[in-house]
């Protein structure tokens, strides 16, 4: 089946970088749309990140200028480099896939910035 998968979560101080990662198997990867969202304690699931198919990207506003997507086709995977790093950036990060009216998602992976 369909799976995407996570890594490069973790624990880092205020103003450190992490690198996601997300790699898809048994997926049109190369026509997919693919996003970053995340989901901190008591909020609701948001989009950090956006990058098409045709590798057209788009941010959130609290992210712009500090965390960037990317995508290896040849690899099926995108990533999302995040740098400068805020507390309020703590929260579950999830990987999307979605193309002709599908959608799969990726299981998660935590990222915890400390002050």
């Known amino acids: 089946q369909v799976q995407l998968v996570e890594s490069g979560g973790g624990l880092v101080q205020a103003g450190g970088s992490l690198r996601l990662s997300c790699a898809a198997s048994r997926i049109s990867f190369s026509i997919s749309n693919m996003y970053w969202y995340r989901q901190a304690p008591g909020k609701q699931r948001g989009v950090v990140a956006t990058?098409?198919?045709?590798?057209?990207?788009a941010y959130a506003d609290s992210v712009k200028g500090r965390f960037t997507i990317s995508r290896d086709n040849a690899k099926n995977t995108v990533s999302l480099q995040m740098d400068s790093l805020k507390p309020e950036d703590t929260a579950v990060y999830y990987c999307?896939?979605?193309?002709?009216?599908?959608?799969?998602w990726g299981q998660g992976t935590q990222v915890t910035v400390s002050s």
């Open positions: 999307r896939a979605a193309w002709g009216g599908r959608e799969y």
């Open positions: 990058i098409t198919s045709g590798a057209a990207t």
